[in-house]
């Protein structure tokens, strides 16, 4: 009969209306023994029945017991064996027990949540945002810090970068000298491969007629560097050490590659492609997964060359002076990075003694291939990861004290079922399934929260995160979200199992109006829930407004030039058809006096690198300074710019000219460079006329300066600004240009006209990326964005939820205490001291929530230290605002609750 009720079963049937003790009688008297204790007694009996028969045979007793002794056996060895067999009896039947009790939790669970709609509904949403937030952060850590990289044991590669000694480069590049002495001398690597430090820019041409060349991203490795990551072309060979001589012009595909410009041929192999005016033939391609070491920073190459560093080896300067390569390795068994670090480092210092000139200032990084990869992503992912965190330890307070009032109303039904037998734990039992029951729905909707948040991800954090990243639930962060539902139902389901525990069934039974009665003990655990609510939200609204004041900073610090109104589109000249500078230069020439004819431009220039996106550093001497020693040579930002360059963006002219036609490779070399620099390196103010030397060689032609431009920020993570050199364009050509054209209207309006202007001037040249300044230097700010956007709306949802939280239990308390307010009422005391005591109840348990939030601010202070910007770590601006609004919206609400308590009828309550 049992087990068909739908109450969990009792398992006494003695009178609740029998006296404590005399019940408590009843159930002792009622215990059964021990398994072991019945076989001890059925033994024991076997035995008499068997010595008494004897006895009645004639026997004496002590012969009798004998004799019935040793008929019987080693009473030992079958007490035993009852006792194994009857315990998994009994186990088997507390399983099918266990199971029968569990589906009756369930079937009532069931029935609990559906007589309660409204609060199931609430509970199940607040669940699907805490876990659904939770499952989506997961989903992105797991893709980018756990998951296995395209590589074959990937936790045995790591890369080796040069790092300036004076800290101002942290990931360098290495030159090719380097690179072979770090491959003969090394113990720690079984293969080492070099390959390019990101790729480079290319034509391809594919030869139909009518198909426009397109830009495409072309990488140099040695032939080793796919076996050093252990990868196996997926069509086709890896390439060779054979293919390295450059008239045999081999090349691999990379997946994409393949699919977008040659439309995924399965018969690929063997077929020939044209870049750059060079023919060369396929022999394999990549699998669809693979992505290079260098693609954490760079764009993923469509080619790979295979690469010799033998012919830059024969030049002193170019071995040793020029830095261009990356550096991939398999470490040899038992070998780790660390140890790898100390041979790299000892390495360093035998160059810097035997090459002070290029390798004194420089010494070797050794970190693993996925530490490479994820790059400064790490500490954003990570606190995201523990804001969503917070917000669900948010939503466990708010739940838990939900239910707890549900709890509290149902006091009377579990003292019922207590007095008819029912355990403390069985009851228990049933609470944390109806929360478990209530968190898996919500975790089950919080997935399908997750994966929308996800694919909306993929739009605007693509750019943020290193390119292998895969934000999708897989069934890792399946299970994941599985358990962080069941341990969340379990959590916010113990401070109501609690509550029951220590009841007192008997006083709830004998006093009517006590069945919605609540305990000091009640009221403290609800507060304590309330300021633990509000703790955890004033961290995450500190930790918001940090971030938020962060990035205003970054984007309302002066850039040095004026974005608004300009096109930028990537140039690409095939190097075939523009083989010498003059060419190059009189092609530019050409394209910015068309575009000057376009309506509404008001100036066009080009320039080698955008600002906020210039990698090209280099090493300067000036003349007539002392020598700095090797091991401090200065290094400065550079870039190539065109004569209308500065006049385009808007970069002020301080002092001199700019470039202009009296400026070409057959005049004198001179240069323009930024008031950081004139003030670094002529700090007496005679930057003008100055002259200085650029690059390893120490005997190079020197530039003069003959301008002084206002400072760009190229890092808009910087407060100041680097120094910068400019270059004229007209004398130091690069086959990747980008040209700038100011507009008076919309710059974007611009591009088609752009693109006919190009192709009427050469139809072979292509363009890429043609986008206004302003989304450019906005995408720029992608990775500091969106830690900011995201946890923001994280502590947008933890302040409603806190609210929600404080209104809901202040609310539940104030309705538990109506009649001793409708006593007070009664007995004369005024309703301005009633709503006086509520506003003291709450105000203290807000109050002690805002102290305990400090900690929280000083944690999450210290952790998002290195991602701010022209912002201290405990800035009291962001603390007092996070305070306020806190305040603000527990003060809101708080009325409610004080307006019941202030209205209530001291008849009605006491009747």
Sequence with gaps: MHRHMETPRDTSTVSPTLPHGIRRAFRLARRRPSIEQEVSAEVAFHLEMRAAELVERGLTPDAARAEAQRRFGDTNHWSKAMTAEDQQRAASAARVEWLGDLQQDLRYGVRSALRAPLFSLLAIVTLALGIGANAAVFGVVKSVLLDALPYRDADRVARVYTRFRDGSIERGALAPGNVVDI?????????????????????????????????????????????????????????????????????????????????????????????????????????????????????????????????????????????????????????????????????????????????????????????????????PLLVLMASAGLVLLITCANLAGALLSRTISRRKEFAVRTALGAGRARIIRQLLTESVLLSLAGGAAGVLLAVAGLALLRGIAAQALPPY?????????????????????????????????????????????????????????????????????????????????????????????????????????????????????????????????????????????????????????????????????????????????FKTLGI??????????????????????????????????????????????????????????????????????????????????????????????????????????LAALDPGVPSRDAAALTAFLSDRLTARRLPVVLMSAFGALALVLASVGVYAMFAAMTAAREREFGVRVALGSSRGRIAGLVLRQGGIWMALGLAGGTLGVLAISRFLRELLFGVQPFDPVTLVGATLVLLACGAAALLVPVRRATRVDPVEALR
């Design 183 to 379: 491959e003969q001398r090394q113990r720690s690597f079984a293969q080492l491969a070099a390959f390019m430090n990101g790729p480079r820019e290319g034509v391809f041409s594919s030869g139909r007629a009518g198909d426009q060349p397109s830009v495409v991203q072309v990488e140099w490795v040695e032939p080793e560097f796919f076996r050093v990551l252990g990868v196996q072309p997926a069509m086709g060979r890896a390439l060779r050490d054979d293919d390295k001589a450059d008239t045999v012009r081999m090349v691999m595909l990379s997946h994409r590659g393949w699919q977008r410009l040659l439309g995924g041929d399965p018969q690929v192999v063997g077929r020939e492609v044209r870049v750059n005016g060079i023919t060369r033939t396929v022999v394999g391609v990549l699998p669809r997964t693979f992505v290079g070491p260098a693609a954490g920073t760079d764009a993923e190459a469509d080619f790979y060359y295979p690469l010799d560093l033998r012919p830059y080896l024969r030049d002193p300067i170019g071995a040793r002076g020029s830095s261009w390569l990356g550096l991939v390795g398999r470490l040899k068994p038992g070998v780790t990075v660390d140890a790898a670090q100390r041979d790299m480092s000892a390495i360093a210092d035998q160059l810097a003694r035997e090459y002070p000139q290029h390798n004194a200032s420089v010494e070797m990084r050794t970190v693993s291939v996925r530490d490479a990869m994820v790059g400064d992503t790490r500490t």
């Design 469 to 645: 990243a895969d934000l999708s639930l897989d069934p890792g962060a399946l299970v994941f979200t599985s358990l962080l539902a069941l341990v969340t139902g379990l959590a916010f389901g113990l401070a109501p199992a609690l509550s029951v525990r220590r009841a007192n069934a008997q006083s709830t039974l004998r006093d009517e109006t006590r069945g919605t009665s609540e305990s000091a003990r009640s009221r403290r655990l609800r507060g304590l829930l309330v300021a633990g609510q509000i703790a955890l939200c004033v961290s995450l609204l500190t930790g918001a407004g940090l971030l938020t004041r962060s990035l205003l900073a970054m984007t309302s610090t002066p850039l040095g030039f004026r974005p608004e109104g300009v096109l930028t589109v990537a140039v690409q000249l095939p190097a075939a058809a523009y083989r010498t500078p003059e060419s190059a230069a009189r092609f530019f020439d050409q394209l910015e006096e068309r575009l000057r004819g376009l309506p509404g431009v008001t100036a066009v220039g080009d320039v080698s690198a955008l600002p906020t996106n210039i990698p090209q550093h280099n090493g300067i001497r000036v003349l007539g300074a002392p020598p700095p020693p090797d091991d401090q040579i200065p290094f400065v930002l550079y870039a190539n710019a065109s004569d209308d360059y």
């Design 652 to 757: 002020p002219l301080r002092k001199g000219r700019t470039f202009g036609p009296q400026d070409r490779p057959e005049s004198p070399a001179v240069m323009v460079v930024s008031e950081a620099m004139a003030r670094k390196f002529w700090p007496n103010g005679n930057a003008l006329g100055g002259q200085l030397r650029m690059g390893p060689n120490p005997n190079s032609i020197p530039y003069t300066v003959v301008g002084i431009v206002g400072d760009v920020r190229n890092d808009p993570a910087r407060a100041d600004a680097e120094p910068m050199a400019y270059l004229s364009s007209h004398v130091d050509i690069r086959p990747t240009r980008f040209v700038v054209i100011r507009t008076s209207g919309d710059p974007t309006a611009l591009v088609r006209p752009f693109q006919r202007e």
